[in-house]
């Protein structure tokens, strides 16, 4: 069974500080994709990143980064020197390959984020 | 490029009435997925419509049907709503290419806030 599991519900920072937002999930497939969301308040879901199960390497895009390991079946991300306009709901996501599977996404359950000035 | 466009933004609707919402991808994709986003359950999977044919879908009762027109563009119908049937509902397109070893990349629509009394 594909599961996504986001224990942080809601954090809260002050503005410039470092937040990592956690994501575990679950697989029995050897070939997946793994993605983080933001929704802001309009409710859009904006896409942040995208990172197959074949690449384990880190990733850095300006502030944010994420580290995927597959030993801890986790792919968490980080928020550098916070904003306020980082505020929203992040979602982290999972998604097979396979006919069956495509445009299949698992949601974990979102992890609300307030960056306080 | 226009991005995925959903109608209409907001609806309320009363229990035992049917309900249509409306997604129009963005150009050029073929295929179109539904979500249903509850405080309670998070973002769940509906279905997936590609080339006029549903290829996926969720764990959601009869009552919620779709369909995908020739030009791609797909409507979401649910019949006899429930007080629980109110959420957000979230459409996202991709081009649906169907090799196994590509990834279709889904964009997300602005959603319709379904509101049942």
């Known amino acids: 069974a594909q599961k996504v599991t986001q224990a942080q519900t809601e954090i809260s920072v002050v503005e410039k500080e470092d937040v990592t937002l956690d994501c575990v999930y679950e697989t029995r497939d050897t070939t997946y994709y793994l993605f983080w969301y933001k929704q802001p308040p309009s409710g859009e879901l904006v896409f942040l990143i995208r990172?197959?199960?074949?690449?384990?390497q880190n990733e850095i895009s300006g502030r944010y980064s994420w580290n995927f390991q597959k030993s801890t079946s986790s792919f968490n991300f980080t928020i550098t020197a916070s904003q306020v306009v980082d505020s929203a709901v992040y979602f982290c996501?999972?998604?097979?390959?396979?006919?069956?599977?495509?445009?299949?996404?698992?949601f974990g359950s979102g992890t609300k984020l307030n960056v306080k000035p | 490029k226009a991005g995925v466009t959903q109608t209409p933004r907001y609806l309320i609707k009363t229990r035992g009435q049917q309900v249509t919402l409306s997604c129009s991808p963005i150009?050029?994709?073929?295929?179109v997925s539904w979500y249903q986003q509850t405080p309670g359950q998070g973002l769940q999977f509906l279905f997936e419509y590609f080339s006029e044919t549903q290829r996926n879908k969720g764990n959601f009762p009869g009552r919620f049907s779709g369909r995908q027109f020739s030009n791609s563009r797909s409507e979401m119908n649910v019949s006899t709503l429930e007080l629980g049937d109110s959420a957000l509902y979230l459409c996202?397109?991709?081009?649906?290419?169907?090799?196994?070893?590509?990834?279709?990349?889904?964009?997300f629509g602005p959603g319709t806030r379904l509101t049942v009394l």
């Open positions: 996501a999972l998604s097979g390959l396979g006919l069956y599977n495509f445009n299949k996404f698992y």
């Open positions: 990172r197959n199960s074949f690449d384990e």
């Open positions: 150009s050029g994709h073929r295929s």
């Open positions: 996202a397109s991709s081009s649906g290419l169907a090799e196994p070893s590509s990834y279709n990349e889904q964009f």
